[in-house]
């Protein structure tokens, strides 16, 4: 799974997102993606799913993703109704690292 993001970012910020970016929830709780340019568009891929297990979540959930900069994204979460979902409290916050040697196969 991946998600391409709009091709406006790409322009304006493409170049500022390397190989890996950071995915920030308001508790902390990180994720590691896999940046990749195909074509000139920019898309998550590796690590992104990451977020449906760790959330819980099932189809018509949504992604605000709000670019803070140096390869990083706050976020949050939304169900199909459009209500906030909660992240998970733990103590310290998760770092999920993609699995390098799983990257391109």
């Given amino acids: 799974g991946a998600v391409m ?3 406006t970012f790409s322009r304006d910020f493409g170049h500022d997102v390397r190989h890996f970016a950071t995915l920030i929830d308001p508790l902390g709780n990180q994720f590691q ?3 990749e340019t195909i074509n000139g568009n920019v898309y998550l891929t590796w690590g992104w799913f990451a977020l449906k297990d760790f959330y819980n979540i099932c189809v018509g959930a949504w992604v605000i993703l709000l670019y803070t900069g140096l390869g990083q994204f706050g976020i949050i979460l939304k169900d ?3 209500q906030v979902i909660d992240p998970p409290t733990i103590v310290p916050p998760m770092k999920f690292k993609i699995d ?3 990257v391109g196969t």
């Fill in 33 to 35: 993606v896999l940046v």
């Fill in 100 to 102: 390098l040697s799983r």
């Fill in 80 to 82: 199909r109704f459009g």
């Fill in 5 to 7: 993001l709009p091709k």
